[in-house]
């Protein structure tokens, strides 16, 4: 049988102070591969992994369905004179075909394997049997992907405390809200981010606790920014703490997003949701950031709103896209409850006790977002026969309290200081981060979780901690460890970790694509 493969070599880049090449590209056949080796003009064989993310193959070649998983990458040791040879194609089929190949070529190549060309894989030479078998090792092909370029995403709090208590939070219980400060210092912060910061291309500074609450923020900020000018520096604030002088920080540090938490248009839709919150503080204090950012002109920090979804609130949750807008929004993340801890007392305010009522509101968010020009991240419809309409005593949500907030801060805004007006442009991000495809989750390949300044998680909802910091010297060593590796390997298998109990991805609670906007 005739077959028909198109390669092309994407890059081949010289690593530092190596004789290695890091190269990347891509190869399609009619039919997906299970292996690819590279075979040197002297018979030595290289793996190489395939099976990476390429989502522009797909756009490319919508005709074959496993475009998207059409990429590979290597890290080779061989010298620039080496770059030519031979690739070894291994088809699911179980048959493996060679082809000659050039590292020097930068454009696509398209070539027909006849009949004849066809091998057997009990006829493959020694060396590329050796190959074959590397091929296999995945958590060697996960640790080579870093070399190649992958990046985490690293969370953590800077402090075990938070300003309000949120009703759906563990912060409105005492034993958590009293408990004793413990602050991260700037010294214990480098020696915990160290071992990883190569790795790190985007940094979480909140998961569960309030960060501008520490008293080291500042200057942990400032640390990671002139550590890496290209960092992806994020947060997540009830804004409450968020004073003159961490705004003009926030701008001068060119921190790349905040996400506001922000539930509700009414003045008392929001205090009696984020306990000990002020609505007209909440409110200025974020204009008061816009009007800053807008005044220096870099466009930066990028503003996300949390809107947790209640049945008290949902009423408001078309209107707050007009809130979220005239702040300076990008995109709002509307979510439904989460249990944060045993006991939780809310269920009734869930909206899966409401279906046919959230589906109403949730096409008139998506439909409000694109009119305005704000990308929308939502849960997915309820399954439900039911349709819901407003009732006449359905209430109405009024911008009344927030133009009066507005109004007050517009008063009393403050002009950028003179060191900020000389920032002009915006801290270039990194791409974002190489996924890994075909698993049942992407985040113990992608992400790591601090969680109460100790435990060391995938992410910010799995229950068992894969390792703590007071048993080991490197956070690196618990990343590439044996948990983390046992986790991914079960991941690889499409199946949940021994962790993943009540996960709100997988209940559909969080949500995980976004509603573009028109604009």
């Known amino acids: 049988m005739t077959t028909t493969v198109q390669y092309c070599i994407d890059a081949v880049e010289r690593l530092p102070d190596s004789e290695g090449i890091h190269l990347r590209g891509w190869l399609l056949g009619q039919s997906p591969l299970h292996c690819l080796v590279f075979e040197q003009q002297d018979g030595r064989a290289h793996t190489i992994f395939i099976d990476q993310n390429r989502p522009d193959l797909q756009i490319a070649f919508p005709h074959i369905l496993h475009a998207q998983n059409s990429g590979f990458c290597a890290i080779l040791d061989i010298k620039n004179s080496d770059t030519q040879g ?48 590397r091929s296999d090792d995945l958590e060697e092909q996960f640790r080579l992907s870093f070399a190649a370029g992958r990046k985490l995403t690293l969370r953590l709090d800077l402090i075990n405390k938070c300003n309000l208590r949120c009703v759906f939070c563990h912060y409105s219980k005492d034993d958590v809200f009293f408990r004793p400060a413990k602050n991260i210092s700037p010294e214990q912060f480098k020696a915990i981010y160290q071992s990883l910061a190569p790795l790190v291309g985007d940094i979480m500074l909140s998961c569960a606790d309030e ?69 007209e503080r909440v409110v200025g204090n974020i204009f008061a950031l816009k009007h800053l950012r807008d005044r220096v002109g870099t466009g930066r920090p990028d503003f996300v709103f949390n809107y947790v979804m209640m049945v008290q609130n949902l009423h408001e949750s078309v209107a707050f896209v007009n809130i979220a807008k005239s702040l300076g929004a990008s995109a709002i993340d509307y979510r439904h409850i989460v249990e944060a801890y045993t006991g939780f007392p809310l269920s009734a305010e869930q909206l899966s006790n409401q279906p046919a009522r959230f589906n109403y509101y949730r096409e008139r968010i998506l439909e409000e977002g694109r009119r305005l020009g704000v990308n929308i991240y939502i849960p997915p419809p309820f399954s439900t026969e039911n349709t819901w309409f407003p009732p006449g005593n359905e209430p109405v949500a009024s911008m009344a309290d927030f133009d009066a907030a507005i109004q007050s801060t517009s008063d009393s805004l403050e002009e950028a200081p003179t060191s900020l007006s000389k920032i002009v442009s915006a801290v270039p991000e990194f791409l974002p981060s190489e ?29 068992t901690p894969l390792g703590r910091l007071e048993e080991s010297a490197k956070l690196s060593d618990i990343f590439f460890g044996t948990a983390f590796s046992s986790l991914r390997q079960d991941m690889r298998q499409h199946k949940p970790g021994p962790g993943c109990i009540h996960c709100p991805i997988v209940e559909k609670k969080l949500p995980t694509n976004i509603h573009m906007s028109d604009a």
């Open 435 to 463: 996924t890994t495809t075909n698993v049942f989750c992407d985040r113990p390949f992608s992400e790591i979780t601090i969680r109460n300044q100790n435990e060391v998680l995938p992410c910010p909802w799995y229950q």
């Open 86 to 133: 031979h690739l070894w194609l291994g088809f699911q089929s179980g048959v493996w075909a060679r082809i000659p190949v050039s590292f020097a070529e930068r454009t696509p190549i398209t070539i027909q394997i006849q009949p004849e060309q066809w091998i057997h894989s009990d006829a493959l030479p020694e060396a590329i049997n050796e190959a074959v078998k």
């Open 211 to 279: 960060p501008l609450a520490s008293k080291n923020f500042s200057e942990i900020l400032a640390y990671l920014r002139n550590g890496n000018p290209r960092l992806v520096i994020k947060f997540c604030t009830n804004a409450m703490l968020m004073t003159a002088l961490i705004r003009r920080v926030l701008v001068q540090q060119q921190v790349n997003q905040i996400l506001f938490s922000f539930d509700g248009v009414a003045k008392t839709t929001l205090e009696s949701i984020r306990k000990g919150s002020k609505f």
